[in-house]
């Protein structure tokens, strides 16, 4: 059956490291995986698409990567602050490219000062 | 400053009861996703619609739910009867195809 898994543990992290968030799939191929960050109470908001041809994508401190081999995503939060703490979602176009969007559970992120 | 309007923020009904839940998309955007979040499940996909035509409901319970987008600027979710594992918050999102998902701020639904 399709699946898409983060780490559902929190990932504690010290300020000014580096947080690297995994998404793995399986049974899909999807034309392109996206980054969604959520507070609570309120409704996720995008931060990085990266399309199944594209390897890596870079904003500001964000870094994504994308193996469609491995069919797994890395989200990586470099020189994390306290601000970053929050849930991070990864979605999936699936089936490939009919803009249907499905999200895995999400992993919480806290940054400690 | 473009956003989708989701209305109500929060309600508390009663079981059997009918709820409608109303999303305004941002202007311009064709495709619209109507999503439920607990902690359990976390975001499930309900529906989602393109230029107001239904693509894909899948993930709707049928016998109680049902989706529409009357027009351009309103889609509607709606359960009846409610029933207290309904209980979760609703998120509308829309967009253009294949492209980065704008949420609401959610509907919470409680019902008792």
Redesign the interface.
Known sequence: SQKIEQNSEALNIQEGKTATLTCNYTNYSP??L?WYRQDPG?????LL?IRENEKEKRKERLKVTFDTTLKQSLFHITASQPADSATY?C?L?APS??????????TTLQVKP | DAR?TQTPRDKVTEMGQEVTMRCQPILGHN?V?W?RQTMMQ??E?LA?F?NRAP??DSGMPKDRFSAEMPDATLATLKIQPSEPRDSAVY?C?SGQ??????????TRLTVV
């Open positions: 034309a392109y996206q309120r409704g996720p908001v995008f698409l979602l979605a176009s490219n009919t803009g249907k969007l499905i999200f895995g559970q999400g | 989708v495709t996703f999503y976390g975001l996909l989602y393109r693509l894909d998120f999102a195809p294949n492209t980065e998902a704008f949420f609401g701020q959610g």
